[in-house]
């Protein structure tokens, strides 16, 4: 069940009716979901369910079931989107409980649409990795990804992850920084992703945040960077045919358009 994301008025009246309605809430946060229960005066019982204590929670959980409805809530948003949640729905499945999704708000969503970048094909990645060189794997495996990309990151990675995203995807990469969402300090920056590393670099990252990154089908290489890179693959043997099939995946150029140019490589 998704739960405000940050502003006690995003969440559905069928949210509320089944929060008052189950027998148990699980959540993630029971301090956060508490606030959400005594703001509309629900007094139903919560139950601690999160990384930590899955396994265990995770059976009684299941035993619960067999007597009544019990709901899944994460400390905001949709649960199971970067937190826990998976193993309980899998299991519950497999012991033929009935799961039903009760929609509301996202952060990635609600980044998403407020980038100003495609929303026709997007892949949510979640949180990056902690150490930088799996962070930069992850960037690396993702920069030929051809929609829009979502990540979640910490306020005091901000700045890393935002310079090594300018060393894989380059610094004139589109990209959106969306802080606080629905929250009193909402707040959107849009730009290159040299830009937004300049911005935050003055202005000390605080929040939570969601970062949003163009595709590489959106980015048009320029004719320089192009023509060293037919260069390096004629050199290696490929023909022109094949160079231009796979450089046009992710240049922005079309297979006739490298094609042509590959003509006037020696």
């Not at 007597?67 to 649960?79: F, K, T």
């Not at 730009?191 to 048009?220: C, M, N, Q, S």
């Not at 060293?228 to 240049?251: H, P, T």
Request: glycine share 8%; proline share 4%.
């Amino acid at each position: 069940m998704a739960t405000p994301i940050g502003n006690l008025e995003d969440i559905t009246l069928r949210a509320l009716r089944i929060l008052g309605e189950v027998q148990a809430i699980a959540a993630e946060d029971t301090r956060q979901t508490r606030k959400l229960l005594s703001h509309y005066q629900i007094h139903t019982d919560l139950i601690s369910y999160h990384e930590h204590n899955k396994e265990e929670q995770g059976k009684k959980l299941l035993k619960q079931l067999e007597a009544g409805d019990i709901a899944l809530v994460s400390d905001a948003g949709m649960p199971l989107l970067s937190d826990p949640g998976y193993e309980l729905v899998r299991d519950a499945l497999e012991e033929g409980h009935d799961i039903r999704p009760i929609p509301g708000p996202s952060a990635p969503l609600a980044a998403l649409v407020v980038s100003g970048l495609p929303t026709d094909s997007f892949v949510f990645h979640g949180y990056l990795p902690r150490k930088a060189g799996e962070r930069l794997r992850v960037l690396e495996e993702t920069a030929r990804e051809r929609s829009t990309i979502l990540f979640f990151e910490v306020p005091h990675r901000l700045q890393d992850t935002l310079e090594a995203m300018e060393d894989v995807y380059g610094a004139g990469r589109r990209a959106a920084v969306c802080r606080e969402l629905t929250k009193k300090f909402e707040e959107v920056q849009r730009g290159t992703v040299a830009e937004l590393g300049a911005y935050f670099k003055e202005h000390e990252p605080r929040g939570e945040f969601t970062i949003v990154v163009e595709g590489a089908a959106y980015v048009r290489w320029d004719e320089e960077k192009l023509r060293l890179a037919v260069s390096e693959l004629l050199a290696d043997g490929i023909s022109r045919k094949q160079a231009a099939r796979e450089l046009s995946e992710f240049s922005g150029w079309t297979r006739n358009q490298i094609y042509e140019l590959s003509l006037e490589e020696a």
